[in-house]
C-alpha cells in the first residue's frame, strides 16, 4: 500500500478477518485483511500462463458444489479452490446475504480506468495475481471536483496519493446502495501500458452487479 503521512479515517486495514465486519459502521467504506498467499504460490504458478474465467451463482453451498466441481486447469488447484471457499463463506457472514454471484477470471485490460463508486451494496475482491485496487481515503477526496468536474487529475487534494491494496490481500468495498450512503472511491490499476495481468476473484450479494475493479 502507498504510504500516506496522514490520518485514514474511512479505512478498517486488519490482519484479522474478523475485523472486515467494522464495514458495517458509518465511518469505514473500504475493509482490507492484509493476509500472505505463499501456500497458494504452486498453484498460481501453474495458472499464471492460462486465461481463467469462473462465474458462479447462489447460495454458498450452490456455488461451493460449483467450485468443486470445475474442469480443466482448476481442477488441479484445491488449495486455491478452498481459499476462494473460505473467503466466499467470510462475505456470507459479513453481509448476511443468502445469494452470491461469483467471478473469478484473468483481467489483461485497465477495466474501470477511474475512480468511481459502485452501484451495489457491499463486494468483496481479492486479487491473487498482479496488482490490487486503488482507493480513495475520504480526506483526500477534493469534494468540489468530485461533484462538478471530469478533472480526474485534481480529483485527489495536495498532499494525498492513492491507496493501493496489496496482492493477496481481501478488500470489501461499500457501494451507493448501502444504507450509510458512504461509498468508497476507487479504480482498477492501470496494466496495459505495462502489458501486465490480474487474477482477480470478485463476489457480490446477486442484488447488485456492476463493474470490475
Same mark, same amino acid.
Given at each position: 500500500?502507498?504510504?500516506?503521512? =496522514? ?42 500462463? =492460462? ?150 476473484? =470478485? ?11
Amino acid at each position: 500500500m502507498i504510504e500516506t503521512n =496522514r490520518k485514514i479515517s474511512n479505512a478498517v486495514i486488519s490482519s484479522a478477518s474478523s475485523d472486515l465486519s467494522d464495514i458495517h459502521l458509518t465511518s469505514k467504506n473500504i475493509g482490507i485483511y492484509e493476509r500472505q498467499i505463499e501456500a497458494l504460490s504452486n498453484e498460481l504458478r501453474l495458472i499464471k500462463d =492460462r486465461q481463467i474465467e469462473l462465474r458462479a451463482s447462489g447460495s454458498v453451498a450452490e456455488i461451493m458444489a460449483q467450485l468443486k466441481n470445475t474442469s480443466g486447469i482448476l481442477s488441479h488447484c484445491t488449495l486455491l479452490k478452498e481459499d476462494i471457499s473460505a473467503l466466499l463463506k467470510l462475505f456470507s457472514a459479513i453481509t448476511g446475504a443468502e445469494d452470491f454471484r461469483l467471478l473469478f477470471c484473468t483481467i489483461t485490460s485497465n477495466m474501470c480506468r477511474r475512480f468511481h463508486t459502485d452501484i451495489n451494496d457491499l463486494r468483496l475482491l481479492c486479487t491473487y495475481i498482479g496488482p490490487g485496487t486503488l482507493w480513495l481515503p475520504n480526506e483526500a477526496v477534493n469534494q468540489a471536483v468530485l461533484q462538478s468536474s471530469d478533472n480526474e487529475a485534481e480529483l485527489v487534494l495536495p498532499g494525498w496519493e492513492a491507496q493501493q491494496v496489496k496482492t493477496g490481500d481481501v478488500v470489501i468495498l461499500k457501494g451507493a446502495l448501502f444504507e450509510d450512503s458512504n461509498p468508497i472511491l476507487h479504480r482498477s490499476p492501470p496494466i496495459e501500458e505495462s502489458h501486465d495481468k490480474r487474477l482477480l476473484l =470478485r463476489i457480490d450479494t446477486n442484488t447488485f452487479i456492476n463493474s470490475l475493479s
